[in-house]
């Protein structure tokens, strides 16, 4: 999956999915080959869709940590994060 880069509007290195959780809410864990960790989340209550990265979570620095930690994350809409 490539995403866009809000910024330039160019396409950066696409991200893999590298792990799922599917519950009440679900959380899809994307990362690039240089380590860039984007961590999808979707809750099904609410059927929000929104995102943490690095722009958003500056002191969790991999993306190991950002799974670990994904329930307890800075989420935000995809138009907010810088760095995707």
Known sequence: ???RNGVSGLYNEEYSVNN???AAT???GKVTPRGTWLIQRYVDATG???YANFSNNTSTTSYGTA???RASLN???FEDLKGV
């Open 1 to 3: 999956m490539a995403v």
């Open 20 to 22: 799922v959780e599917n």
């Open 26 to 28: 679900t959380y899809i």
């Open 48 to 50: 929000v869709f929104d």
């Open 67 to 69: 799974w670990t930690n």
């Open 75 to 77: 989420y935000a809409a």
